[in-house]
């Protein structure tokens, strides 16, 4: 099962730093990846990490502001957002997919969390 936390409402400019932790297991040889998805629109990949090599991937317009970690010890994935726009609001998700290349399409992702609201106010 994995848990997402750490959204909440931020002002634009501001940073959050949301956590993806696996419980009842621990991730193995997996993409990790979060995506987003506003009102009314399809989820969007935002960037992702493979666990054992640390790769990293990330959407075109996400580069340079969101940064994507994970902590072996505690077993949780980070996505680390800076310089937040209005555009950034939306439910963030995690999840985990057995293909180890960081799809961006959600049909490749096995495992998802319930979702942490993000709110980026003007």
């Known amino acids: 099962q994995l848990q997402a936390s750490g959204g909440g409402l931020v002002q634009a400019g501001g940073s959050l730093r949301l956590s993806c932790a696996a419980s009842?297991?621990?991730?193995?040889?997996?993409?990790i990846a979060w995506f987003r998805q506003a009102p009314g629109k399809e989820h969007e990949f935002v960037g992702g990490?493979?666990?054992?090599?640390?790769?990293?991937d990330y959407a075109d317009s996400m580069k340079g502001r969101f940064t994507i970690s994970r902590d072996y010890a505690k077993n949780t994935v980070y996505l680390q957002m800076n310089t937040l726009e209005p555009e950034d609001t939306a439910v963030y998700y995690c999840?985990?997919?057995?293909?180890?290349?960081?799809?961006?399409?959600?049909?490749?992702?096995?495992?998802w969390g319930q979702g942490t609201q993000v709110t980026v106010s003007s």
């Open positions: 999840a985990t997919s057995r293909f180890t290349n960081i799809p961006a399409t959600t049909a490749r992702y096995d495992y």
């Open positions: 009842g297991r621990t991730f193995s040889d997996v993409s």
């Open positions: 990490i493979t666990w054992n090599n640390g790769a990293r």
